[in-house]
């Protein structure tokens, strides 16, 4: 995982810097369409099938391009996922989740753990990752870190919340309800149910009446 970490902070301080690795100045508009045709082929032929070749032709740049700015494939990869993954957090909407009702509250942080909520192919995506835990694993090591974690531990602060609000069961397992909603949407794309909306509010539906305060609750 350090080596992540290590690779992740370089490609990040460069792309901040506005600098390629020949100290030229960097062309945000071509360094995207790159990314988006690194995503591209890792949702068409996964991480260890596609070439920078193809990325190259499909961004329409050479090979010397890429190299460049980036090392090597993985770095590229894990600047593809980082640009996704600050795009997914971009396109939520403001949630003041200490103000909302606490079922509201609950839904939202549910919805927000859906891998593609900004990304249609993400589970495509995170099904190619998974398939890498033992040619690549600190691929999936960053997509724990980066995507699902912070989703996961959302539900589980979200619940705390609640709790301190008197609004949930005391004795409530937050880690175990947060990891449920999150299967939820593995579960759904596996049996084909992922397009059809509303899992976050059928999920709450199932769960809140055995997680609600009531006078009954220890």
């Keep these: 995982m350090s080596d992540v970490s290590g690779v992740r902070v370089d490609a990040s301080e460069q792309a901040r810097s506005g600098a390629s690795r020949g100290g030229r100045p960097r062309d945000p508009a071509l360094d995207e369409s790159i ?9 068409l032929d996964g991480y260890s099938a596609m070439s920078l ?12 391009t890429i190299y460049r700015r980036w090392a090597n494939k993985l770095e590229l990869t894990i600047d593809a996922l980082d640009w996704g993954f600050r795009r997914q957090q971009d396109s939520y909407p403001p949630a003041p989740f200490e103000d909302m009702p606490a079922r509201e509250a609950f839904t939202e942080a549910v919805r927000r753990v859906d891998p593609s909520y900004f990304n249609p ?4 995506l995170m099904g190619n990752f998974m398939g890498e835990a033992l040619r690549t694993p ?18 589980e602060q979200v619940l705390a919340g609640l709790q301190d609000r008197g609004e949930v069961r005391r004795d409530l ?10 299967g939820a ?22 769960l809140w009446p055995a997680i609600a305060w009531s006078d009954s609750a220890p």
């Design 35 to 43: 990314i988006k045709a690194t995503r591209r082929r890792l949702v």
């Design 53 to 64: 070749g193809d990325i190259a032709a499909d961004a329409g740049v050479s090979r010397p």
């Design 121 to 124: 192919d993400a589970m495509v």
């Design 138 to 155: 600190e691929l999936l090591d960053h997509l724990k870190e980066r995507a699902v974690e912070p989703r996961v531990r959302l539900v």
């Design 173 to 182: 397992d937050r880690h175990t309800v947060a990891t449920l909603c999150f």
């Design 185 to 206: 949407y593995y579960s759904a794309f596996l049996r084909g149910e992922h397009r059809r909306g509303g899992l976050a509010e059928e999920v709450v539906a199932v």
